[in-house]
RNA sequence: GCGCCCGUAGCUCAAAGGAAGAGCAAGAGCCUUCUAAGCUCUAGGCUGCAGGUUCGAGUCCUGCCGGGCGUACCA
């Protein structure tokens, strides 16, 4: 624990006559660093001790001293600290150097595997911005949750099975040549999608001919099946693109298809043990409570096809068997909420109590005007269309760039690659899950400010610093030479990162590590523009080295939880 | 109708009940020295409205107003 809070805690709490762990929790940051480096807002002390927080601010300013401290003043009911600084640096800068990569790294999870359901998309279709929230969220979850020590398997629930099946083959069976679907892959797929549900507008008929053909796949009719295996394998080849240039990876890609075989048992059971009844010609679980009603959750339609919940049961009964989660977290969109809350009603009901480790992690829709992006509208922006404008704009930056370059154009290539996604990714995680997001091109494209790129400058120009120095990192440098408030400011930053990391795994919210990381790179900007590092009094230059150094690699490990790559050079 | 989410600067968004902040856009500056994808300064606010709880509310509670999503045979 930092030294410096600890004194604080331990002498406030004596001058109160108080233990100091009451103390400690109530320690926070003032609002304007210059009004000093730890605040003790005096209320809660007030409350408790029925006394002035005013009175208790200006005692405690006059008693707090010691070794740590360097000043304490009241500011009406707050008391506001000075430690010692060159002692704090050394606590912060130490630990980040000791860890290394390590940093932030937590223990909390050991022992424990956590399920995450992401991306999970909806195949034969191409990949839209939409898509990519449950991707990006899903990805960076996982990196947060296994830096906390978590055994973490990443499950891709592709939606491969169900009546957009059924509309699929319905529409090739029509319209479809295997020549073009072969070169223009989902592209062609779903052409056909969207020309189906035009057309089912004006004869609602084919909405029958759509569900008659899933129908038919579940009873494994063999055309239905052939087609429904080759449009899964032409998806499947181009998602996988994706997902390599995106740098996602999951433990196990296992399709709603997979649990096809065990619905009709599951009914069965259910049927048997009363949890499930018909109702209306389909089957459900009613879900009706003292204090709350829920919608039943439907299990098998009255004209026999079973709908996701089905196999969303059987798939969370299969990954509790498998991997024995202690939680199981489903990052899927806000607007199924409804339907994760029948859910796990619904496994409580059947007898499972691991039902309360599943989570459903929700996050708002991606608008495009102002609209709801629909697939079958055609109102859609391809994630392939964003990765090339972003990656076009990196590169051209890169060559514009005043200074000539000192990379290969090999390295220039992959640099604007790895750029352009980082600020595709940034523009999605920057902002809390829970709002929608509206995609504005101007918004993804813009590589200042709070941005991916802005980060990712920021990184290659510390490690630009580093390269040049080429000695060995010091381990014991002078740190009370660190004394201009852009070198205090920005090592402060840095001691904030393991709470960052353990508060967004918490709130399942990598805004945090986000928001975080662009806070960080302000500072460490700041710095850079203030202080020189190279040709200091070597003293001097060792000890800005070491803050460069434990910035550097903060600055990665924080870009890497989020799923985005970190160049050496840009 | 009922349920869930949202409402903060012109725009996009922050602020774990504790001293309202960023970025973009607008205006003015800073590159012979470690990467100007940068830095500095200016300007911008009845936090949707009305009550309540609290020493203290953008944050919690109630009621309105406005928007989004959902509300058994889609996923």
Not at 462 to 478: D, F, H, M, S, W
Request: hydrophobic residues 40%; aromatic residues 10%; proline residues 4%.
């Amino acid at each position: 624990m930092n030294p410096a809070v600890r004194e604080i805690a331990e002498q406030a709490g004596a001058e109160l006559g108080l233990p100091a762990q009451d103390v400690f929790p109530l320690i926070t940051h003032p609002p304007d660093e210059t009004l000093g480096d730890y605040a003790l807002p005096c209320f809660a002390l007030a409350q408790r001790l029925k006394r002035s927080p005013v009175e208790i601010a200006k005692e405690l300013a006059n008693a707090l001293r010691g070794s740590q401290i360097a000043r304490a003043q009241a500011a009406g009911p707050y008391v506001n600290i000075t430690v010692n600084r060159a002692e704090l640096l050394r606590h912060i800068l130490g630990t980040v150097l000791a860890q290394g990569e390590d940093y932030g790294r937590g223990s909390e999870g050991r022992g424990k595997t956590i399920v995450i359901d992401y991306s999970s998309p909806n195949i034969a279709r191409p990949f839209s911005i939409a898509h990519l929230r449950s991707t990006a969220l899903g990805n960076s979850l996982r990196r947060i949750y296994e830096h906390l020590g978590y055994r973490v398997v990443g499950v891709n629930h592709l939606g491969d099975w169900g009546v957009q099946f059924g509309t699929l083959i319905a529409a090739y069976k029509r319209w479809g040549s295997k020549e073009k679907v072969q070169r223009d892959s989902i592209y062609e797929l779903f052409r056909l999608y969207v020309r189906f549900h035009e057309e089912s507008e004006r004869d609602p008929a084919l909405r029958e001919e759509a569900r008659a053909w899933f129908k038919r796949l579940e009873e494994g009719n063999p055309e239905a099946s052939q087609l429904w295996q080759w449009f899964v394998e032409e998806s499947l080849r181009a998602f996988q693109h994706y997902y390599d240039i995106l740098g996602v990876e999951f433990t196990e890609i296992r399709g709603e298809s997979a649990y096809r075989h065990e619905t009709a048992s599951l009914i069965d059971e259910l049927l048997k043990r009363g949890i499930a009844k018909e109702s209306e010609g389909a089957i459900v679980i009613p879900l009706v409570e003292d204090h709350q009603e829920l919608p039943p959750l439907m299990l098998r339609k009255n004209d026999g096809a079973t709908v996701y919940a089905t196999r969303d049961l059987c798939a969370a009964i299969y990954h509790r068997e498998r991997y024995g989660f202690t939680k199981k977290l489903y990052v899927v969109g806000a607007e199924q909420s409804l339907h994760f809350q029948q859910l796990i009603k619904a496994l409580e009901r059947m007898g499972y109590p691991w039902a309360r480790g599943l989570v459903h992690v929700p996050f708002g829709m991606v608008l495009f005007d102002d609209e709801k992006m629909a697939t079958r509208r055609g109102n859609v922006v391809f994630l392939e269309e964003v990765i090339k404008r972003a990656t076009e704009l990196s590169r051209s930056i890169i060559e514009n760039i005043k200074k000539t370059s000192e990379l290969t154009q090999a390295e220039k290539e992959q640099v604007a690659q790895d750029v352009g996604i980082s600020a595709i990714i940034y523009a999605d995680l920057s902002r809390s899950r829970t709002h929608n997001i509206n995609f504005r091109w101007e918004e993804v494209l813009n590589f200042h400010g709070q941005s991916g790129p802005y980060i990712q400058y920021t990184h290659a120009r510390l490690a630009g610093v580093l390269r040049k120095y080429g000695k060995n990192i010091p381990t014991e440098p002078e740190y009370s030479l660190l004394t201009q408030p852009q070198e205090i400011a920005l090592a402060r930053r840095l001691e904030h990162f393991p709470t960052k990391v353990q508060q967004a795994a918490e709130e399942y919210e990598p805004f945090v590590i986000a928001s975080y990381l662009a806070d960080l790179a302000v500072c460490a900007n700041q710095f850079y523009d203030t202080c020189r590092v190279l040709g200091e009094e070597l003293s001097l230059e060792e000890a800005r080295i070491a803050l460069v150094y434990a910035t550097k690699i903060t600055l990665k490990k924080g870009l890497e939880l989020l799923g985005m790559k970190a160049p050496e050079r840009m």
